[in-house]
């Protein structure tokens, strides 16, 4: 179903699906043994939204190559760059903290769990904003799971296409403290304008000494629909709801590090090719299929 100003979804269908799917490569790589990520919710939320093919694939009983051979490869290199972009996000927060960041905001929180993962410095204040549906399900999820903040944890049930910063404003948040902001796979899912206005928000509510972490997609300026389409058929035939032409924003816009690097951020882009050498893993070999094509890792600090 196309995208429109109003939709809407769950953890099962459109938007909603592809955090699942990022959490299935989240659960998948963790098992991994050289030990990049530990993202011990990742599974267990999986099953819970009970999409049948993520949780064979997170229980370890689908074998791609034996169901979809063409596909293989590049569900492993998938999961190997969740396991790349996992880690340059964790990174981040650890870092922002250790220079003394005490409030970090993650945006369309989705199934992310590092406010019960990350090794929170005492007294740090973690904000989850994203659909009202997907906070109560992923709160209700992890406390049946008897799972634990390591930080203050708020939520802020609420679509971003509203008035995000007021309902942040609401939950107790400081702008006149430095703040980590995280918008992870993100900015692919909105208009270039709401792209715009999402860091003119992010930039307004930000005392110096905030830190930024997000991602570029240069390809989304020639982006083309059947090559996405191709490249998510196998989990469409297997009854999967993601039709990635329909759900992306594509066209031209500025990266992250252009926008906010013009109102003072000091901006550092990584490609992730970089990134695979940097944590240890073989680079993939560039896929001439990607519809995505490489992507560009971007953080900052207002200074």
């Given amino acids: 179903m196309a995208r429109s100003d109003n939709d809407t979804w769950d953890l099962a269908s459109s938007v ?29 939320l999986v099953r819970a939204v009970g999409i ?34 996992t880690k340059f996000f964790d990174d981040y927060f650890v870092a922002s903290t250790e220079h003394g960041v005490r ?13 019960y993962r990350l ?45 995000w910063p007021g309902a942040l404003r609401a939950a107790g948040f400081d702008p006149a403290a430095p703040t980590a902001w995280c918008a992870e796979g993100l900015l692919i899912y909105l ?9 003119d928000n992010i ?35 297997m009854g999967v709801d993601i039709d990635m032409p329909s759900l992306i924003y594509h066209g031209e816009r500025p990266s992250a590090a252009d926008y906010l690097g013009a109102k003072g951020w000091k901006m550092t882009s990584v490609a992730r090719a970089a990134l695979f050498t940097r944590y240890g893993l073989p680079v993939p070999g560039r896929d001439d299929d990607d519809p995505l094509g490489e992507i560009v890792y971007v953080s900052g600090t207002l200074r």
């Fill in 203 to 237: 930039h307004h509510l930000s005392a110096p000494g905030s830190t930024v972490a997000t991602e570029f997609v240069p390809a989304l300026k020639d982006f083309d629909p059947e090559k996405a389409r191709e490249a998510t058929e196998t989990f469409t035939r």
């Fill in 52 to 85: 049948d093919v993520f949780t064979m694939l997170v229980d370890g009983k689908l074998d791609i190559d034996a169901v979809a051979p063409e596909a293989g490869a590049r569900v492993r290199a998938n999961i190997d760059e969740m396991a790349v972009r």
């Fill in 191 to 199: 208009p270039p304008e709401a792209q715009d206005r999402l860091f």
């Fill in 103 to 115: 409030q970090a905001v993650i945006l369309a929180s989705g199934l992310d769990s590092r406010a």
């Fill in 16 to 44: 909603g699906a592809t955090a699942t799917m990022v959490a299935t490569g989240r659960a998948v790589a963790s098992r991994d043994p050289n030990g990049l990520i530990n993202d011990p919710y990742a599974a267990p």
């Fill in 119 to 163: 090794p929170w410095p005492h007294g740090t204040v973690v904000y989850e904003i994203d659909q009202p549906d997907v906070i109560e399900f992923k709160t209700r999820t992890l406390a049946d799971l008897g799972a634990q903040p390591t930080a203050e944890r708020r939520t802020v049930s609420i679509d971003l296409r509203d008035d």
